[in-house]
């Protein structure tokens, strides 16, 4: 393809799957399958590889991310982000209208949108073209975290229609519930703790020094605000519209409201319909609506005079601690659980509540017998917030947190830089071998059917199951017959978990089955902390077999793309255990796979394990292609430069930092053509 072709194909392209990606993230209406929009996406980054000098601006392709970042440069806020005003009830939103209308007089109207329980973004674009991402920071100044912003794809990287040559829009970035909950559940697969709601998860990922990651994360992003009159228009209600026309997404979710009472309408009715909603609210915003009375009522120090927010109560009630019990989870952490006096909260009747970890037990100054606040946690988790200290009586005593696991009397440990406490008797503990059990046989690990938590459970307390190797020596004769009377509970029936032939079948199929899982997939299944699927995945393409990971050192382990230091120290540590390099051998002995399966004459050892840098954007292959290539050829990727860094391949824009850092250690600095060279004799 020529020059010309290239560049109007690529033009072509990037107007196409901003199309796509408007329809499917701001109208939620998709015209295209996702399967056509990555076969697009990814011809445009092909020709964008070979043509590097038509890299536009607004290429859906920079959604993927940059350079990781070390620090966030700090901006000055050309409008300062202030924030609103609070309040709790309805006489105070009655006194708000009185003081507007002294000064405005009676011909007002107010528009109510939904405050979103996030983080609060200035966007600024510059000929159409998003230039720079700003957090409100302490409202005069903020962290530009443009390159992070880049990867939420209901935010336009380039306006449609009529637009200002400057212009900037505010909004707020927050974590649809759905993704917020698909996030922890894999965290929690991996040992990690949860994030205890989806403001900090926001909050957090916009934080991310390195943009692909932050890629990875389901952010979205709603605009509510247009600083100044930059679209010359009457009203605030006016420049939504305006917005939306631009392609930002503006919720649909407002109304404009003459009085008190219509205002006092539109809270009532979302204090019930925020549970609806895919997204967190914590309260209605109440803004003037007209624009030169915005003006004349202008700012204090802090706050606009011409909007307030009202905030939804958190649902809460107060009841009686009895006691505190303790669960194991599948990592070993240990969580105090609260055993309450009953009370009913927000329509359930809530018997037992979260204290998370010792450190919370001990910044609320928690007491058993104490009377405790109770709320739920996003709507879900109920949690003790808050102590009653005023009826705090003699009764109550204080909590020492155990210091042996409840379930196998193992003394617990805590690392300094961990909130939680941990039962280090990984492989005997009741709790942590039927949680691992639970995980190998999950659908991301080696998805064994008809297999789930009762049967594991049965199949564990008759000392069929010990470690994840036993499911391999199961026979049908030591199955059938197996059954449980499960009692029921509240007034329900009990019920039975049986195990008859045909369900007997379908396991020992779904076990011999598992066998074909690949190599990455069976790493992920033995529940190294900290080790999940993608991990998993990085450390199997990297040492290509199970015995070059148990040999593997720290060294080696961190030279390991995206691997660090926790990481590596989890797994040295995992086959540091005999009983775990028995595990494995019993896995291999039945048949299960313990290293890559790679094609014959698909690839080579030319590159005889050398590490590699990668860094830049390269005019001939992307920089995955370049990855691909080492690791097909025998070399290694890691994402930092050492002294045991073999080359460093650099393409343009690469930062100084890195050819530094290279120069410091001696590291050869070679271009992508040199390094095609190196492997051209097999290529």
Known sequence: MIREEAKIKIDELVELLQKHNYNYYVLSNPTISDYDFDILL????????????????????????????????????????????????????????TRVRKVTGDDVEY?????????????????GILEQAVTRGDGVQGDDVTNNVRTIKSIPLKLHGDFPNEFEIRGEIFLPLDGFNKMNNARE????????????????????????????????????YVPGNQLDVPTHYDSLLESKKMGFKVSKNIAV????????????????GRKQLNYEIDGIVIKVNSLAQQKQLG??????????????????????????DYQVGRTGAVTPVANLKPVLLAGTTVKRASLHNSDVIKNLDVRINDSVYV????????????????????????????????????SLTKKEDEAAHYCPNEDHCPPQIKGKLEHFISRKAMNIDSLGEGKIEMLYDNNLLVDVADFYQLVPEELLGLEKIIPGKNGKKDSRISFQAKTVSNIIIGIEKSKDIPFERVLFSLGIRYVGATVAKKLASHFKNIEAIEKATFEELIEVDEIGIRIAESVINWFSKPEHISIIRKLGEAGVKLELEESEGESSNILNGSSFVVSGV?????????????????GKNTSSISSKTGYLIAGNNMGPA??????????????EDDFVSMIEPIA
């Open 42 to 97: 990814k011809e445009l980054e092909q020709l964008e590889s070979q043509f590097p000098e038509f890299l536009r601006p607004d290429s859906p392709s920079l959604r993927v991310g940059g350079e990781p970042s070390k620090n966030f440069e700090t901006v000055v806020h050309k409008y300062p982000m202030l924030s609103l005003s609070n309040t709790y009830s309805e006489e105070e939103i009655t006194d708000f209208d």
């Open 111 to 127: 528009v109510c949108e939904l405050k979103y329980d996030g983080l609060s973004i200035g966007l600024t674009y510059i000929n």
């Open 189 to 224: 697969e991996i040992g990690e703790q949860a994030f205890a709601n989806p403001r900090n998860a926001a909050s957090g990922s916009l934080k991310m020094q390195d943009p692909t990651e932050v890629a990875q994360r389901p952010l979205d992003c709603f605009l509510y």
């Open 257 to 272: 409201c003459r009085n008190t009472n219509e205002i006092f309408e539109f809270i009532n009715d979302w204090s019930y």
């Open 299 to 324: 700012f204090t120090a802090k706050n606009p005079r011409w909007a307030i927010s009202y905030k939804f109560k958190a649902e809460r009630a107060e009841t009686k601690l009895l006691s505190i």
């Open 375 to 410: 709320e739920k946690g996003g709507e879900i988790i109920p949690k003790i917030v808050g102590v009653n200290t005023k009826l705090r009586s003699l009764e109550s005593r204080p909590v020492i947190f155990t210091s042996h696991c409840p379930e196998c009397g193992t």
């Open 618 to 634: 390269f005019e001939k292959h992307s920089r995955d292609e370049i990855k691909t290539l080492i690791e097909k050829f025998g």
């Open 658 to 671: 890195k050819r530094k850092k290279a120069e410091k250690f001696g590291v050869p600095i070679i271009s």
